[in-house]
C-alpha cells in the first residue's frame, strides 16, 4: 500500500511558512527544517528563505532576542542554557551575546535568588552541604553559572 505524498506548489509552502514564521519567531535553522519536510529543492529554498527575509517574516537577531527573553522570563533558564540553545539554532555568537544582553542584571540576580529561596524550602537536606549542593545541582541544570550561584547562596545563607 503506497501512501501517496501530497504536493505542494512554491507559493502554497510560502503560504504556510509566512504563516509558520508569524505564529512565532523563527531562526533559519527552523525554516530549513520545515523545508526539508516538504521535499523542496534547494533553489527553490533558498527563494523562499530570502522571500521570507525581505518581508520581515524571518529575522535571526529578532529571534535569538525574543528566545533569550522568552527562555529567562517564563522558564527562568540562566544564560548559559538559553546561549546552548540558540547555538543549536545555529545562531552566531554575535547574535548570541546581544540577546543575552535583552536579560537585566537586576532580573537575573532577583530571579536566582528566588529559585534559591524556593529551593531551600522545598529541598528535605541532611545537612546545610546537602542543601547546598542540591541547590548548586538545580541552577547549573538550569543554566546559571556556577560563580553566581556560590555568591548567591552564600549571600542568602549569611543573613
Do not use: M, P, W
Given at each position: 500500500m503506497d501512501k501517496k505524498e501530497k504536493t505542494y506548489t512554491v507559493?502554497?509552502?510560502k503560504s504556510k511558512l509566512e504563516y509558520y514564521c508569524a505564529y512565532q519567531d523563527r531562526s533559519h535553522y527552523d525554516v530549513?527544517?520545515?523545508?526539508?519536510?516538504?521535499?523542496?529543492i534547494?533553489?527553490?529554498?533558498?527563494?523562499?528563505?530570502?522571500?521570507l527575509i525581505e518581508e520581515k517574516y524571518l529575522d535571526e537577531e529578532r529571534f535569538a532576542k525574543s528566545y533569550a527573553r522568552?527562555?529567562?522570563y517564563h522558564k527562568n533558564w540562566g544564560k548559559l542554557k538559553i546561549a546552548q540553545g540558540l547555538k543549536q539554532k545555529y545562531i552566531s555568537e554575535y547574535l548570541i551575546s546581544s540577546a543575552l544582553k535583552e536579560i537585566e542584571n537586576n532580573?537575573?540576580?532577583?530571579?536566582?535568588?528566588?529559585?534559591?529561596e524556593n529551593k531551600i524550602k522545598t529541598t528535605n537536606a541532611?545537612?546545610?552541604y546537602d542543601l547546598k549542593a542540591k541547590i548548586i545541582r538545580y541552577l547549573q541544570g538550569k543554566g546559571y553559572e556556577y560563580s553566581i550561584?556560590?555568591?548567591e547562596i552564600d549571600n542568602l545563607l549569611q543573613q
Open positions: 507559493q502554497e509552502i530549513e527544517q520545515k523545508l526539508r519536510e516538504f521535499n523542496v534547494e533553489e527553490a529554498r533558498d527563494l523562499i528563505i530570502l522571500s522568552g527562555k529567562f532580573d537575573y540576580f532577583n530571579t536566582i535568588n528566588k529559585l534559591i541532611k545537612s546545610s550561584i556560590i555568591d
